[in-house]
């Protein structure tokens, strides 16, 4: 995989495979809203994302209000409590998330529901 940008966490060493915490309590707030042209690449890796909040946003999500976002890896990541766990969808926009990959991870204990690819995202 070509060049990208990484967050990546760990617990104690750097590639000690630890997932860093990352929560917001905060009603409305997105953890990671991707915005900018296609082209780009995401890798989130090793983190559990969590909301505690009592109207929770989406956890990651396309920014609807710009272009099409492409190649995002999550690998071995947790996110729980979101109304949307992973919002990928285009609704109308053309501002989807094209190009999702998504192993080793796990979504859990969101009010709509866990991954959401409606609208023009591709997928297979």
Request: aromatic share 8%; charged share 10%; glycine share 12%.
């Amino acid at each position: 995989f070509p060049s990208h940008d990484n967050s990546a966490g760990y617990t104690t060493t750097r590639t000690d495979l630890g997932r860093a915490t990352i929560t917001t309590s905060t009603n409305g707030v997105i953890p990671f809203k991707f915005s900018g042209g296609s082209g780009l690449r995401w890798l989130l890796q090793n983190l559990n994302i969590t909301s505690t909040a009592g109207s929770p946003a989406d956890g990651i999500k396309a920014n609807l209000a710009s272009s099409t976002q492409t190649n995002l890896i999550i690998d071995n990541c947790s996110l729980s409590g979101f109304n949307i766990g992973i919002n990928a969808a285009n609704s109308g926009f053309n501002a989807g998330i094209i190009g999702l990959v998504v192993f080793n991870t796990e979504v859990k204990s969101c009010v709509s529901h866990g991954i959401d690819i409606n609208g023009d995202a591709q997928y297979s």
